[in-house]
């Protein structure tokens, strides 16, 4: 009982954190949405726009932005919660090791959202700009580009913290350093097969999934190597 307790006060304080947010960022809902759309606009031919189609969807759909990025920056505080229900557990040699691995998955998932914004969707929208067939006019619906820039953001985020489950997968005997440099061409492929499921269907998204994932991967193996508990000497 005890511990339902404990989980009940961690997960309120974690929903009342992102309402906080999300109510602080309501009135600036559509600022945040001509922000959020401004990757797609600059590439659009003059006079392009995004439209409307379903009624409601001016209004719903900055407010689930505002939502979204309540609780992307809300997301410290959701993982600090997740980390003081389970700290107690822990061994206190786990708690050196978790805490800069929970530090550095949260870094490498803003820094994956990072690359989606400021690289890869830019580079995306004005390759998709380009090979429109003339005569037509790409007018995408507010509703559905939200959707579409919401699922790159998760894509790379997750994408990024693939060093931290390398690292993970070592420290636990799972795989060592060097099985994980035999099996890199099997990565690769799989890497890539992974990009194009999960991206939009261009190649110019995928391959800048794909190429920092294989780089990642590479770091992954290295910090592997560098925390990896020495064998004891007999």
Not at 57 to 76: N, R
């Amino acid at each position: 009982m005890g511990h339902l307790l404990e989980l009940r006060s961690r997960l309120l304080k974690a929903v009342i954190a992102v309402l906080v947010v999300f109510v602080a960022m309501l009135p600036f809902a559509n600022r945040l949405y001509a922000q959020f759309a401004a990757p797609l606009l600059s590439k659009l031919p003059a006079g392009g726009q995004l439209v409307a189609i379903d009624v409601a969807s001016p209004f719903f759909t900055p407010v689930k932005l505002a939502f979204f990025a309540a609780v992307l920056l809300a997301m410290p505080v959701l993982l600090y919660q997740a980390w003081a229900f389970v700290a107690p557990g822990l061994y206190q040699h786990e708690k050196r090791l978790a805490k800069p691995l929970l530090v550095a998955a949260v870094a490498l998932f803003y820094i994956g959202c990072a690359f989606a914004w400021f690289l890869v969707l830019p580079t995306v929208f004005g390759f998709l700009a380009a090979v429109t067939p003339e005569g037509v006019a790409m007018m995408t619906d507010i509703t559905k580009y939200l959707d579409f820039v919401l699922v790159i953001f998760l894509a790379f985020g997750l994408s990024f913290e693939l060093p931290v489950a390398v690292v993970v997968l070592v420290l636990l005997g799972v795989v060592t350093p060097a099985q994980l440099r035999e099996a890199r061409g099997y990565v690769v492929v799989g890497v890539f097969i992974l990009a194009a499921i999960i991206t939009p269907p261009d190649v110019v998204s995928q391959l800048l999934l794909a190429i920092p994932m294989c780089l990642l991967y590479e770091l992954g193996i290295l910090a592997g190597s560098l925390l990896r508990p020495k064998p004891a000497a007999d």
